[in-house]
């Protein structure tokens, strides 16, 4: 998540009977006009198209899932969202 950068993360937090997406979607709006990816294991809206250029190893990784699950065992909703189908 920060390869090859100096960063640091910002987390935003709330409880689960909030209407998040409220706060969520224009914080989320402003990290991204910064370059700032979410976080993988944490609420947020980005799909497979939008976080690619953030990430200079996207197609290393990418390459990875196809060779260490080629079944896609580990896939699920939330993987083929985030990451695009295997």
């Known amino acids: 998540m920060y390869y090859g950068r100096g960063t640091t993360s910002i987390a935003i ?7 998040y997406k409220n706060y969520f979607v ?5 990290m991204m006009d910064h370059e700032g990816p979410p976080h993988w294991g ?4 980005q799909t497979s198209t939008t976080p690619a250029p953030l990430y200079p190893k996207w197609d290393e990784f ?3 899932r196809r060779i260490l699950d ?4 580990f896939e699920n909703e939330h993987t083929k969202r985030v990451f695009g189908p295997i």
Do not use: D, L, V, Y
Not at 26 to 30: A, D, G, L, V
Not at 42 to 45: A, D, L, N, R
């Open 13 to 19: 937090h709330f409880e689960m009977r909030e209407r």
């Open 62 to 64: 990418q390459n990875a």
């Open 26 to 30: 224009p914080i989320e709006t402003i």
């Open 42 to 45: 944490k609420m947020h809206f």
């Open 70 to 73: 080629s079944q896609g065992i």
